[in-house]
């Protein structure tokens, strides 16, 4: 993997923590997650519009992965719910690495040496110390961190296969956040019968902030799966678990335990050694 990639995708993990932390601090998180997508597209749209499209071939993976991003959105905010960002966010994020090397492995022909596979090992590892960490474990939070990193996963497997049918990696990106940001206004509307208001005050710019971000990230690691195998470029992407820790630390004062920080340091190696592996 080149070192320009890796430096953009650790810039994006950054962002993406940084969104997460957003959403995990708003009170009505099923509305900062519809908006972060709404504006999301209104970001991306003109660039959509002005580049080449894509491919048509890929059209049907844009599509699908609108509907994967929507499922992970939902799980999300459930697991947000009860649960603290240092508590979802490794476990949400961890999961996807290993399944996105075996997805890309099954369904795009990449292979797993010797690191990939010690990657999946520190990683379920850090995965099992972070999920029996709870003296009351709520089981409802940690199962939905484990359903949006299966949704994380099998987006990324359906972007990756998508971005390199498209022939025009940012023209894909794009289209993708304009579609999920179709799809996820459509899914708040069947819940709550009503159309998301409008952004106000400090809570409106700063999911305004988290949006651009998420644009921005996820656009970088879409270009990155056109150049790079998926599960390196979905690890290295995880390292924004190291960046969630610090801020829920610091920003949002939750605890830091010895075992949060083993579980932790344990996923962020196994990211690592899938991000060397090849």
Not at 205 to 224: H, N, R
């Amino acid at each position: 993997m080149s070192a320009i990639v890796v430096v953009l995708l650790l810039a994006a993990a950054l962002l993406h923590a940084t969104w997460n932390a957003i959403l995990r601090s708003g009170a009505d998180r099923l509305w900062s997650v519809t908006m972060m997508c709404v504006i999301g597209a209104l970001f991306a749209l003109p660039l959509a519009i002005a580049l080449a499209p894509p491919a048509a071939s890929s059209w049907s993976y844009l599509g699908a992965s609108a509907v994967l991003q929507t499922g992970y959105c939902l799980f999300l905010v459930r697991a947000y719910r009860d649960g603290e960002l240092a508590h979802v966010y490794p476990i949400a994020r961890g999961t996807a690495p290993l399944l996105v090397t075996v997805g890309a492995a099954l369904f795009a022909g990449e292979s797993v040496g010797v690191a990939g596979a010690l990657g999946v090992i520190l990683i379920s590892g850090g995965i099992l110390t972070l999920g029996s960490g709870r003296s009351q474990p709520d089981r409802r939070s940690t199962f939905a961190a484990v359903a949006s990193g299966c949704f994380i996963a099998s987006y990324m497997v359906t972007d990756g296969i998508g971005v390199r049918l498209a022939e025009h990696a940012a023209a894909y990106a794009a289209w993708q956040a304009v579609v999920t940001g179709v799809t996820m206004p459509l899914v708040y509307l069947a819940i709550r019968r009503r159309l998301p208001a409008r952004p106000r005050g400090r809570s409106g710019a700063m999911v305004g902030v988290a949006a651009i971000f998420g644009v921005v990230g996820y656009g970088v690691a879409i270009w990155a799966m056109s150049r790079a195998p998926m599960g390196q470029v979905s690890a290295l992407r995880e390292t924004s678990i190291l960046f969630a820790a610090v801020i829920g630390a610091v920003a949002l004062h939750e605890p830091v335990t010895i075992r949060r920080a083993i579980g932790g340091a344990a996923i962020a190696a196994g990211a690592i050694a899938l991000a060397v592996h090849g």
